[in-house]
């Protein structure tokens, strides 16, 4: 099968993608949904980090990909992933910091065979230190972070985020380097090493969180669905459920208080600066809590919307997908797996207008692609058949 091109955009770069589990293949998945000739590099042997081959999470993050088998272990496997990186533009990875150097496919090495090779490695902690031997796991980085200590309500205990927000960002920002150092080679002529990891990515998304304690010394704590300093902004108890509200500043509090009918909540010597409502949070969440229960969230979102007053519900996912908005983003999109029929996965958010992103095939089957990869390097029939029998790939 030859090359899948689900863009034009990258489609002049070939990546590399020895990642496993989320992080990796997140990063990947960026890179291959806007076109690059994505060579999923497997194992032999099928192995379970990545889970299920056919369940979802599988098939979401392995889209747009070929798949070859590969045994990195033996000196001739080795000697044709070397082969590949001649032809590639990127080597994704997120081995433990330490296994690459062992298999002589660290950043050193590789730009010994193309100096043009651009390697992403990410790792839970980074690439050295004293956690460099560690396992990274999303759930230790978003620990070790600070994000479960300000997720959650207060004095009920660290809170993980429902996602692995560690694992994905770390992803994300490891294809925004790859990409930024894609451009960088075009002046320079040179590939480079990019690194993310877990800890870095939780502590990017903490953001103004992190921030407060680097500037000023404050330690963020849980604040349950409030925000942290805009008050009132949470989730607010309606007649069939609950909705988001979020007010800042001292025209958007008077602006909410008449759309609510709660105009004497602007009489409150507490409630008449932004500390001040934050500060007194628990009395004022009381108040507009007596008076949402009053309608359903339907109701509410017509009337705070009309007066322009920023709001939202809160769905579970079933709603996510039925909501309108959500539908006209096409924020899911079909596409075919040759085992398990029509798949709806979730569509690359990154929209770009002349060359956009696709979802063209579904995850590949394992090693479905090596017969064609190898013929792209010029093995021969006979040779490519000894090197199923022996194992080497």
């Known amino acids: 099968m030859s090359k899948i091109t689900a863009s034009s955009a990258l489609s002049r770069f070939r990546v590399l993608d020895l990642s496993r589990v989320r992080a990796g293949p997140a990063c990947v998945r960026q890179l291959a949904d806007f076109g690059a000739d994505v060579i999923k590099i497997e194992n032999v042997n099928p192995e379970d980090l990545a889970g299920p081959r056919e369940s979802s999470d599988f098939q979401n993050l392995h889209r747009n990909?070929?798949?070859?088998?590969?045994?990195?272990?033996?000196?001739?496997?080795?000697?044709?992933?070397?082969?590949?990186?001649?032809?590639?533009?990127?080597?994704?990875?997120?081995y433990r910091p330490d296994v690459k150097h062992r298999l002589g496919?660290?950043?050193e090495s590789l730009k010994?065979?193309?100096?043009?090779?651009?390697l992403a490695s990410i790792s839970g902690f980074g690439q050295d230190g004293p956690y460099e031997k560690r396992p990274g796991f999303d759930q230790l980085a978003q620990g070790?972070?600070?994000?479960?200590?300000?997720?959650?309500?207060?004095?009920?205990?660290?809170?993980r985020v429902g996602a692995a927000v560690a694992d994905v960002a770390a992803g994300f920002l490891a294809a925004m380097g790859v990409l930024t150092a894609l451009l960088e080679r075009e002046v320079s002529?040179?590939?480079?090493?990019?690194?993310?990891?877990?800890?870095?990515?939780?502590?990017a998304l903490l953001d103004f969180q992190a921030a407060r304690y680097t500037m000023s010394g404050e330690v963020a704590k849980q604040m349950g669905n409030d925000h942290p300093t805009f008050m009132p902004t949470s989730a607010y108890q309606t007649l069939d459920g609950y909705i988001n509200i979020a007010v800042s500043g001292l025209g958007m509090w008077e602006k909410?208080?008449?759309?609510?009918?709660?105009?004497?909540?602007?009489?409150?010597?507490?409630?008449?600066t932004g500390p001040g409502r934050s500060k007194a949070r628990t009395r004022l969440n009381a108040e507009i809590n007596n008076t949402t229960r009053c309608k359903s969230t339907r109701e509410w979102m017509e009337i705070l919307?009309?007066?322009?007053?920023?709001?939202?519900?809160?769905?579970?996912?079933?709603?996510?997908?039925?909501?309108?908005?959500?539908k006209h983003l096409r924020a899911s999109a079909p596409v075919d797996h040759p085992e398990l029929g029509e798949l709806?996965?979730?569509?690359?958010?990154v929209k770009l207008s002349r060359t956009p992103a696709q979802l063209k095939t579904a995850s590949p089957l394992r090693g479905f692609h090596t017969r064609d990869v190898l013929r792209e390097l010029g093995l021969s029939e006979q040779k490519i058949d000894r090197f199923f029998a022996e194992g080497i790939v």
């Not at 065979?113 to 651009?118: E, Y």
């Open 344 to 349: 709806q996965l979730i569509n690359q958010p």
């Open 105 to 107: 496919i660290d950043y």
């Open 65 to 94: 990909k070929r798949s070859i088998t590969l045994n990195l272990k033996s000196e001739e496997g080795l000697s044709l992933f070397k082969d590949l990186v001649k032809t590639a533009d990127v080597v994704v990875e997120n």
């Open 144 to 159: 070790l972070s600070g994000l479960m200590s300000v997720t959650g309500n207060p004095g009920e205990g660290p809170m």
């Open 256 to 272: 909410f208080c008449a759309s609510v009918e709660r105009v004497d909540l602007l009489g409150d010597a507490e409630f008449q």
């Open 305 to 326: 919307n009309r007066d322009g007053i920023p709001c939202g519900p809160i769905y579970t996912m079933d709603q996510v997908f039925a909501d309108p908005q959500v």
């Open 189 to 203: 002529g040179q590939g480079q090493w990019v690194q993310s990891n877990l800890l870095q990515a939780g502590l």
């Open 112 to 118: 010994v065979i193309n100096p043009k090779i651009i």
